[in-house]
């Protein structure tokens, strides 16, 4: 008995043109590959009736909804063979065809074209499929060179070859017509820039009069532009040599064939304006808090943790380094993993151990660049992948990893990198204290400076005036005390915890030396013990 084989029928035409009629390209297609599954009948062929058409996409890319759903149904071992018109209605591009085949092969799934009369169950009919395609794809290539050298002939006329249109122009038969409304505005940001010479403020100006980009619809309908414009978008603006009545192709400038709205000499105003601005912003200094770290520095998950900047009260400025899903505030409450950190106290501390271990009192920052290509900062260690080449100049490279171990400390450990060349990684123990919302390195060479949790501190004020309003205060003499109610509120009750504190710890929390972890949430939700030796051994699992 022949065994049934199941084929499936795929047709593509690369343009929309014609396929409103009643009997257009794909129906042709199906025609003809359904007369030929006809004639192999008795071979056991038998066509399935699913319909796989794409009809407007081409065959230089597979993101077609028709080819999606013949592949899905291979997957799903529903067909047997696939049968096509040519073989370039599959696809165009011999590296797509490689993969499509792959996956045929995976489900033993054959391939067939009509007009070829060959199949990929040969080694043959595989050779003679992949010498078609190559001539598909160089026809496909040669095509595109013919229509590059003519767009490039066309501009070299001074025509307007398509594309966005820009403020101030409307489309009008391969040129450009100037819209005087929008054309009065250009010259007004050209102006306008030389009188402020800031691009950032006319921006800001701009949108705060309402000026928008160019509104237009594209041939597909879809309404287009008519936005707020952006400060990218205007360095594009004054810089577009349509406005001086050229077109440029690649890196050459040609007159063009429609009107300019902007003066010859107001455009080079502007241009020069421009250059020397953006000279300017390119020699300056490097200021002082400059994040040396940028791009280097990551989180114990791997996420990279970014600079920023904050402002304290009196006008001082802090810098953090601030992890990707913080900034994103993708945290969870419950989460762990340190997402802050100064910025001077890690660069002072890396600083530290670096001229440790390389015997230099002569370290900076800045050196952290050269000297550092990557910074973990771990739960209880600091992860440094260093430059060898650049730890170890004029030194042969193992004598010097040998003289560097003798620096190490019992608890640090210098690892191979595989994954960076001519490096190694340092594993430093040290402990990240929290303080003030922000992270402190805390190891053998620093330790974070003391600071009171504001916080703990008024809670345990609270919690003493509150007794003390109740004649219950530990604080009060004996004869004085009088049997009182507890306080009947439960935040209250829960705050009182604080003023049977031991003494000692009380003074600490007074100090700040509490431990890094602990805070007034943790008191008011946990059960602290009575006993104070207890409460002791309990605040040290905090650290």
């Known amino acids: 008995m022949v065994k049934t084989l199941r084929c499936a029928i795929y047709t593509r035409k690369s343009s929309e043109e014609g396929l409103e009629q009643g009997f257009n390209s794909l129906h042709a297609q199906r025609e003809a590959c359904e007369a030929y599954v006809l004639s192999q009948a008795g071979e056991g062929w038998l066509p399935i009736k699913t319909n796989y058409d794409d009809g407007g996409f081409s ?3 597979i993101d077609r909804p028709g080819l999606k759903a013949l592949l899905a149904d291979i997957e799903a071992g529903r067909i047997d063979v696939v049968v096509v018109y040519k073989v ?3 696809t165009r591009s011999l590296t797509d065809f490689a993969k499509i085949v792959d996956r045929f092969d995976a489900k033993s799934v054959s391939f067939v074209s009509v007009t070829q009369a060959f199949n990929t169950t040969s080694s043959m009919g595989r050779l003679t499929l992949n010498v078609l395609l190559s001539f598909a794809q160089f026809e496909r290539e040669v095509t595109g060179e013919r229509i590059r050298d003519k ?6 006329k001074g025509m307007w070859m398509g594309g966005m249109l820009t403020l101030g122009y409307d489309a009008a038969e391969r040129t450009l017509k100037i819209n005087q409304p929008e054309a009065t505005i250009v010259r007004q940001i050209f102006e306008r820039y030389l009188e402020l010479g800031s691009v950032n403020t006319l921006a800001r100006e701009l949108e705060q009069q309402g000026v928008r980009s160019k509104a237009w619809v594209s041939l597909e309908g879809k309404p287009m532009g008519g936005r707020a414009i952006s400060r990218g978008s205007l360095f594009h603006l004054l810089r577009n040599r349509l406005y001086r009545g050229e077109i440029v192709h690649k890196d050459k400038v040609f007159p063009g064939l429609h009107p300019p709205i902007v003066p010859a000499e107001l455009f080079d105003a502007v241009g020069a304006m421009l250059d020397q601005n953006h000279r300017q912003h390119r020699e300056r200094p490097t200021r002082a808090g400059t994040s040396v770290l940028t791009g280097r520095i990551f989180d114990a998950s791997g996420q990279p943790m970014s600079p920023s900047f904050g402002y304290g009260r009196h006008g001082g400025r802090y810098r953090y380094y601030i992890s990707m899903p913080l900034q994103l505030g993708k945290t969870k409450p419950s989460d762990e993993v340190i997402r802050r950190v100064s910025a001077p106290a890690v660069e002072s501390y890396l600083v530290a151990q670096l001229g440790r ?3 230099r009192d002569d370290v900076t920052p800045v050196d952290l660049k050269s000297l550092i290509r990557r910074v973990e900062l771990r739960a209880t260690e600091t992860h440094l992948v260093l430059d060898a080449d650049q730890l170890f100049v004029g030194q042969h490279p193992a004598l010097a990893q040998q003289a560097l171990e003798r620096l190490l400390q019992p608890d640090e450990q210098l690892l191979s990198e595989p994954g960076f060349p001519n490096s190694f ?6 402990r990240l204290q929290l303080r003030g919302g922000r992270t402190w390195i805390n190891g053998s060479q620093g330790a ?13 004020k609270a919690a003493h005036a509150e007794l003390a309003s109740l004649k219950a205060s530990p604080l009060t003499a004996k004869d004085q005390l009088i049997e009182a109610a507890a306080p009947a509120n439960l935040h209250q009750r829960q705050l009182s915890r604080l003023a049977f504190l031991a003494p000692d710890l009380q003074q600490r929390i007074l100090c700040g030396a509490q ?4 805070n007034l949430r943790i008191i008011l939700k946990s059960r602290v013990p009575l006993a104070w030796a207890d409460q002791r051994a309990w605040f040290e699992s905090y650290r």
């Open 59 to 61: 065959g230089g890319s």
């Open 88 to 90: 370039d209605r599959l």
């Open 151 to 156: 767009i490039a002939a066309s501009k070299a």
């Open 357 to 359: 271990l390389m015997a």
């Open 425 to 430: 990684r340092l594993v430093l123990a040290q």
């Open 448 to 460: 974070a400076p003391a600071q009171s949790s504001l916080g703990l501190v008024n809670g345990l």
């Open 515 to 518: 431990p890094e972890r602990l």
